[in-house]
């Protein structure tokens, strides 16, 4: 099995989840509760790039590094996911 079917796998299984109780035991076992937090760190800084803060508002909001942040920044303008995802708010 090649890397992409194996990324195609992690995704399959991702979409799969119907729960956020399934999701909290995946994601508890498949990553650090540091890297966790980081993915969460940089959906919220996403956020708030769509909300129309400035960079120093998100860094001074967030623990997020700069060299991070311009890469959500490229993101949210130009990527796939987050302009789609994040504006389905529950």
């Known amino acids: 099995m090649g890397i ?4 195609t796998e992690l995704y ?3 979409t799969g989840l119907k729960t956020i109780e399934e999701c909290e035991m995946f994601f508890d076992d498949l990553c650090t ?3 966790i937090e980081k993915m969460a760190e940089r959906i919220y800084a996403a956020k708030l790039l769509m909300d129309g803060k400035t960079y120093n508002q998100v860094i001074a ?3 997020i590094s700069s060299a991070t942040l311009s890469r959500v920044s490229q993101c949210v303008q130009y990527g ?3 302009s789609k995802l994040l ?3 529950p």
């Open 4 to 7: 992409s079917d194996k990324i």
């Open 12 to 14: 399959r299984i991702i």
């Open 33 to 35: 509760k540091k890297e």
């Open 61 to 63: 909001e967030t623990e």
């Open 80 to 82: 796939n996911g987050y």
């Open 87 to 89: 504006k389905k708010d």
